[in-house]
T-cell receptor, first 115, second 109 residues
């Protein structure tokens, strides 16, 4: 298994440009998440999905959009990039289920700079 | 989800046990204690989790107090590769994980 993969690894955007951060997992996990991490801070949840066709906002969703058309893929779209979106973006996934028994797997991250 | 409190940073000598504390005094009965770590800007990595009982795996041990208001992650023989930020998270398993700032552990040769 490749686990959780993210592309690209690095990207520099100009203010106002748009882009899509790709995330894919091959573990047949229902739950997928997007986090961002600013320097010296913890991870903040942007959006998450509990299955194909279902998405929900996290703590910091403004300026982002997501879609979940398949179990494997969970792309994050940035429209009209702003310097405040300069950050490291992590995608994660885990099995469905309750009771806290399943660990969350993270991708390697995408480092985005908006100038 | 209940809030956690962790020291900002800790040092540990290589080869010694690293004991990382976490306070979670408002934890609910159905909430688990999770530990993740993040090595130098990589994606966070799951370490261990527990509900009431102490837990051990190949990476670490988790000691949870009887009242469940605090816990300690133990790395029995810390190595330089254990230098990382360690996150203690309380979660019921039904909602996304919420990450605080964690404890920055420096293992010193």
């Amino acid at each position: 298994n490749a686990g959780v993969t993210q592309t690209p690894k690095f990207r520099i955007l100009k203010i106002g440009q748009s882009m899509t951060l790709q995330c894919a997992q091959d573990m047949n996990h229902n739950y997928m998440y997007w986090y961002r991490q600013d320097p010296g801070m913890g991870l903040k949840l942007i959006y998450y999905s509990v299955g194909a066709g279902i998405t929900d906002k996290g703590e910091v969703p403004n300026g982002y959009n997501v879609s979940r058309s398949t179990t494997e893929d969970f792309p994050l779209r940035l429209e009209l990039a702003a310097p405040s979106q300069t950050s490291v973006y992590f995608c994660a996934s885990r099995k469905a289920g309750t009771g806290g028994t399943y660990e969350q797997y993270f991708g390697p991250g995408t480092r985005l700079t908006v100038t | 989800d209940a809030k956690t409190t962790q020291p900002t940073s800790m040092d540990c000598a290589e080869g010694r046990a690293a004991n990382l504390p976490c306070n979670h005094s408002t934890i609910s009965g159905n909430e688990y204690v999770y530990w993740y770590r993040q090595i130098h800007s990589q994606g966070p990595q799951y370490i261990i989790h527990g509900l009431k009982n102490n837990e051990t795996n190949e990476m670490a041990s988790l000691i949870i107090t009887e009242d469940r208001k605090s816990s300690t992650l133990i790395l029995p023989h810390a190595t330089l590769r254990d230098t990382a930020v360690y996150y203690c998270i309380v979660n019921s398993g039904n909602t996304p994980l919420v990450f605080g700032k964690g404890t920055r552990l420096s293992v010193i040769a």
